[in-house]
């Protein structure tokens, strides 16, 4: 096995994903075990049966160093710092959101596409892996995503998230420093990501007969998604709810959502939360659209809310 062409592929990997990165792997960021004692693991004894399959017998199995590879995949879905995000709801949500100064932030489990998760499961060779093996329900249960977009007062976006056009789109930007718990990352659509990733783990296989796993791919997949959905542009803050740390573990409560799920949400007060609102778009097709705009302004302005901008959507030909 040769440590510096395992680096070369992997630092060849990350180029080819984002030709921006600057996170380079060095052989001192690798951790390499034998496979020999780990026959009966399940998780690997499933990756060298798939391998075998293919004539080939794998001796090491190579990790990166956890925070090197947290880094790796930061970088890889990174967006631009201070980007403005567009989240569309409905009205009643905005209202919500003010009258109890919290933000909802939802579980993956309650997604109204249930496909979204398997996709990249499927895709990736994740359910050979013990860092990534566990697709119930509860592991989905423990990430709370707000999913936004770049699309500003966006027809397509009003359709299928704003209430036909009848909420409200609101704009966020990132103001202070994410915890451990939070990330933040540009979806993922194309088919190219995947295949890179897979490529990877089988080039390792071929040229250095080593099983390459990561340990953050687990947690990551929740920012891939089939290309079907790329016109969205999502940008997707996910909060990794850690139940196992009980001191630091939010709350979490239950609601029927508005595609009919029952499904776990988590609140953070707007004054914590890492996103703050800078304006408000109000939908195109919004009932009474000038009085709720004077109305929202003034309520904004008594909970000392003044920096906020109300502002009407731009599109007048929305259907």
Not at 16 to 36: G, M, Q, T, Y
Not at 45 to 57: A, E, G, S, V
Not at 68 to 83: C, D, H, Q, R
Not at 245 to 274: A, H, M, Q
Request: glycine share 2%.
């Amino acid at each position: 096995m040769n440590p510096n062409n395992i680096c070369k592929l992997i630092n060849d990997f990350i180029l080819s994903c984002n030709p921006e990165a600057v996170s380079r792997l060095s052989i001192n960021d690798l951790k390499i075990s034998s496979l020999r004692y780990q026959t009966k693991q399940k998780n690997t004894k499933l990756y060298q049966d798939h391998f075998h399959n293919m004539k080939l017998i794998l001796n090491e199995r190579i990790e990166i160093d956890d925070n090197k590879e947290e880094v790796i995949f930061k970088e890889l879905f990174s967006i631009n710092p201070g980007v403005r995000l567009y989240h569309y709801t409905t009205f009643e949500s905005l209202f919500s959101i003010w009258n109890y100064n919290t933000i909802r932030y939802s579980s993956l489990a309650g997604m109204n596409d249930s496909s979204e998760m398997a996709y990249s499961y499927r895709s990736l060779l994740l359910e050979n892996d013990k860092n990534n093996i566990n697709n119930k329900n509860r592991a989905m249960n423990q990430r709370y995503v707000l999913s936004c977009s770049l699309r500003r007062d966006d027809l397509n976006q009003w359709r299928l998230y704003g209430d036909d056009g009848k909420g409200v789109c609101i704009e966020i930007v990132q103001d202070s420093k994410l915890s451990s718990n939070f990330y933040i990352g540009r979806i993922k659509y194309r088919d190219e990501f995947i295949k890179n990733v897979n490529m990877l783990q089988y080039k390792i296989a071929f040229e250095e007969n080593s099983l390459l796993t990561f340990k953050k791919l687990y947690l990551w997949r929740s920012f891939i998604k089939n290309i079907d959905y790329s016109d969205e542009e999502e940008i997707r803050i996910l909060y990794m709810n850690d139940i196992s740390k009980k001191r630091k573990c939010v709350k979490e409560d239950w609601i029927i959502n508005r595609y009919g799920i029952l499904s776990k949400y988590i609140t953070f007060k707007l004054i914590t939360n890492p996103f703050q609102i800078r304006r408000i778009i109000l939908g195109p097709k919004l009932k009474e659209p000038k009085i709720n705009k004077i109305h929202l302004e003034g309520y904004l302005k008594l909970n000392n809310y003044n920096d906020i901008k109300v502002i009407q959507s731009e599109n007048e030909n929305y259907r």
